[in-house]
């Protein structure tokens, strides 16, 4: 019997992910307990100097159409993490029917790469070879991973910067509440690309060393790619996807509102949505990209909602900062510590351990203190983009 709108609770039952510290879920469960440097030093997209970049080593699918407007790497990633999930995926069409499935999917570089290989061809005066301008649409992955499944349920991206992964789930939490849609696909997807690296290089904000988040000695991010999908559905499995807090403050294109007032809203509604107290929470997943402004935003933002107590750290110095599916990676991550087949510890914090004195007091996790933190049962995952486009979730064990 289907469940129609009005029902609440969501789950994220089945994960399929890979990024640089890992090629599937137990892979990352690894990476994240061994803290090893994923990272390769490369100047492959353009840019002078070497920097260090978490790409994703493993050997990617071949994409299974023809067609020019399929043909990316970003879809490569996107049918690498969905091949984890496809027998959960196939059962729940069978079960609801195509028409009842849906697909949101976030990134911020779609097919770009592809599309700057053309034009580099063109400036030569060479062919564009097998290029499609769709193949870089935003939508495209959502509108790939649809064509590969026959889905005819509601399909579109999301492209919100960094938030772009997280925002996709609570997307699919509407179109479930709502009884449009029995299960959906979701989650985020990013593959590096020329744009990304020097425009974050143009902003001085790409490390050339292991980022080393709310450290005094931070000097910026390790830009990575990676997918994380989910199949959310109301049935009570895997891990709860229990409130989200978000927001769009437009403080500035792409410096955070220095009060934290984004962040502390987007952290309490989360709260507020899940009907629990600060004191509830076990653990969160900062957003941390190891940058002047956003560390020094969230430290403020993170003293605030939760004092000096709860334990925090941030997984982008093993992941890198894998921008639009970086809300759903880090999503994944605390999908690991939730799920009931769950054996490691929480994600400690990798970095030199000098914190920035100039920053309030937070709990980040040494690996002595996650090792000795075994009840977890709720946690938040932070995503803070270009924009002051926030987003919380506030994920709990079934």
């Known amino acids: 019997m289907r469940i129609t709108a009005g029902s609440k609770k969501t789950y994220l039952n089945k994960m399929g992910i890979l990024c640089a510290a890992g090629g599937s879920a137990e892979e990352l469960r690894i990476g994240v307990s ?9 100047n492959a997209f353009g840019t002078e100097v070497k920097h260090r970049l978490g790409v994703c080593q493993q050997a990617l699918p071949k994409i299974p159409l023809n067609d020019a407007k399929w043909q990316s790497r970003n879809n490569q990633l996107a049918l690498a993490a969905l091949m984890q999930i496809e027998a959960d995926v196939k059962l729940a069409i069978e079960q609801y029917g195509s028409e ?22 063109i400036q030569q005066g060479e062919a564009a070879g097998n290029y499609d301008y769709c193949v870089q649409e935003m939508g495209a992955t959502a509108d790939f991973i649809a064509e590969i499944l026959n889905i005819n349920g509601p399909v579109y991206g999301i492209s919100t910067a960094c938030s772009s992964g997280a925002k996709a789930l609570t997307s699919a939490r509407r179109l479930l509440r709502s009884g449009i849609c029995d299960v959906v696909i979701a989650g985020g997807v ?14 001085d904000a790409v490390s050339s060393e292991r980022c080393n988040p709310f450290s005094k000695n ?15 559905s109301r049935t009570p499995e895997g ?3 229990c409130g989200v807090g978000e927001g769009s403050d437009a403080h500035h294109i792409s410096a955070p509102d220095p009060s934290g007032e984004g ?35 969230e430290a403020k933002a993170m003293h605030k909602v939760f004092g000096s107590q709860t334990p925090c750290s941030s997984t982008k110095a093993l992941t890198g900062h894998t921008l639009g599916a970086a809300g759903a990676v880090e999503a994944g991550i605390c999908w690991l510590l939730l799920n009931p087949d769950n054996t490691c510890s929480l994600p400690a914090h990798c970095w030199d351990g000098e914190y920035d004195p100039e920053l309030p ?10 090792a000795l933190i075994t009840d977890i049962k709720y946690v938040i995952s932070n995503s803070f983009a270009f924009g002051g486009n926030n987003i919380s979730l506030l994920l709990g064990r079934v």
């Open 34 to 42: 061994e803290q090893s440097d994923y990272f390769s030093l490369s």
């Open 100 to 121: 009842r499935v849906g697909i949101v999917i976030g990134t911020s570089t779609s097919g770009i790469a592809e599309g700057e290989a053309a034009i580099r061809a």
């Open 190 to 203: 990013d593959s590096l690309c020329r744009l990304t690296v020097q425009g974050f290089s143009s902003l």
């Open 218 to 232: 931070r000097n910026g991010i390790n830009i990575g790619e990676g997918a994380a999908l989910f199949i959310l």
């Open 239 to 241: 891990v709860e996807l």
């Open 263 to 297: 962040a502390i809203r987007s952290m309490t509604e989360a709260l507020e949505d899940a009907e629990l107290k600060a004191a509830d929470i076990n653990y969160v997943n900062l957003h941390g990209t190891a940058t002047a402004l956003n560390d020094q935003m």
């Open 361 to 370: 007091n937070i709990n980040l996790l040494s690996v002595t203190d996650a």
